[in-house]
């Protein structure tokens, strides 16, 4: 295998990635899961030969042979992102000449040590015609359509140094300007937005959010996309509507993470996620680690056989359901570990405060965060949404009524009403910052 020559011709392995992935939602689930079934066999049979796994075959008393569904893959030990961290890390720096042609895709270093993840140009390639093929599920069509996305983004077609054909296939994709690493203000944003015109638009979800508010606060009219996906933040309730007011019905919600690729995607008007299940297996772990349809979800990327990830860890909760083998994804709740924390030890994680929200009415936020700064104490950032008549006063006693229940009553609420909430400076937004320790 030469992974130089891989590199030289990435783009015809991801015009033959896509050419070989579904492009709408399965219709065939016996077939899709047949599919599926093989390429976990393989995946594993790959695996085996590989030390970092044939540990964790030897530990589990199990062999590829064990291994030929989704369900099976409940037998393999779970990868946690410090194990993930741990073992590139090694790998890089044991081999850099083995991986000197290899993509690293980096993940935010705002939690700790950045996790450096190695894709080959094979499984890069991949990664990239899974994204193009989630886009097409949409309506889009390469080439054919402009698209407008966020700069320097992992999700471009190609990346780096581009052929000439890659520079076709790029012709109508256009960077907008980077509101992550410098301030650009939503006026600029949005005429970009206006003066292009996209067929699809996506970046990160808080920049949207912010010029959608902006545009509704001084009456802006806005471009309403075919397609546009808010991406790298859980979308919250609250920040849906304001984007389906302002950005129309072509609210494309893809879910994935930099280390395994674009997972699962919910299609404008559709209330579930299906999951990529030819690319991707998601299984469910329950808090005490068995298998269920609801609780934290488990990532196997099933394209990613040169350097495996096998169970990967998400720590985000969903719910879903099963039908002839393949998972559907009803409800994202978000990260485990975004939670408010109660001085009795439990907690009370986002999924619970989001159902307040997405069913008290009159509460006029188009946005909120939840910081809780001690045991007794919750700061509340809002943005108020620009049509509401309501005072300041007024909200916040509103929501101080629907939210005290939800946490026993155990915590006063401080408000900061803020033009926007600020982004993490890693460019996303959580919805819950708990500044108390781990105990």
Excluded at 250 to 270: D, M
Aim: aromatic share 10%; charged share 30%; hydrophobic share 35%.
């Amino acid at each position: 295998m030469s992974y130089a020559s891989d590199r030289k011709r990435e783009n015809l392995l991801m015009m033959q990635a896509l050419a070989g992935l579904e492009k709408k939602p399965p219709r065939n689930l016996k077939k899709v899961k047949e599919k599926q079934d093989k390429l976990v066999h393989e995946l594993m049979l790959r695996a085996y030969d590989i030390p970092f796994y044939r540990k964790r075959f030897e530990e589990t008393g199990t062999t590829p042979e064990d291994y030929h569904t989704a369900a099976d893959l409940y037998q393999f030990p779970i990868m946690t992102k410090e194990q993930l961290r741990d073992w590139m890390d090694e790998e890089l720096e044991g081999n850099p000449e083995k991986y000197k042609d290899w993509h690293i895709n980096p993940t935010s270093g705002s939690t700790g040590k950045p996790l450096k993840t190695l894709f080959s140009p094979r499984e890069n390639a991949i990664v990239h015609a899974n994204w193009l093929r989630v886009l097409m599920m949409g309506g889009y069509v390469p080439v054919v359509h402009k698209n407008l996305h966020r700069p320097n983004s992992l999700h471009t077609v190609t990346g780096g140094k581009k052929t000439l054909g890659q520079k076709l296939v790029d012709l109508r994709w256009k960077e907008m300007s980077d509101s992550i690493k410098n301030r650009i203000p939503s006026e600029q944003l949005l005429k970009e937005i206006n003066d292009y015109k996209p067929y699809f638009l996506y970046t990160h979800k808080n920049v949207l959010v912010r010029v959608a508010k902006y545009a509704k606060e001084n009456h802006i009219p806005l471009w309403q996309p075919k397609l546009y996906a808010p991406i790298s933040e859980m979308l919250d309730h609250q920040s849906e509507q304001l984007l389906l007011e302002m950005f129309g019905p072509g609210l494309l919600n893809a879910y994935g993470l930099s280390e395994v690729g674009s997972c699962a995607t919910r299609l404008p008007g559709s209330r579930e996620f299906v999951v990529n299940s030819d690319t991707h297996v998601i299984n469910i772990y329950a808090d005490d680690g068995k298998p269920a349809d609801h609780g934290m979800a488990v990532v196997t990327p099933l394209f990613k056989t040169d350097l495996p990830i096998i169970n990967y860890a998400t720590y985000d909760r969903m719910e879903s359901y099963q039908k002839d083998g393949i998972r559907f994804i009803t409800k994202l709740h978000g990260r485990m570990n975004d939670v408010i924390r109660h001085r009795d030890g439990s907690v009370t994680e986002w999924g619970n405060i989001e159902v307040v929200v997405n069913y008290a009415t009159n509460l006029d936020i188009v946005q909120s965060r939840f910081i809780q700064k001690s045991y007794d104490l919750i700061l509340i950032q809002a943005v108020k949404d620009p049509a509401s008549k309501l005072s300041n006063e007024e909200i916040e006693a509103r929501y101080t009524e629907k939210f005290a229940p939800v946490l026993n009553n155990e915590f006063r609420f401080e408000y900061e009403w803020r033009e926007e909430i600020p982004a993490d400076p890693n460019g996303k937004l959580r919805m819950i910052v708990c500044e108390i320790k781990d105990q």
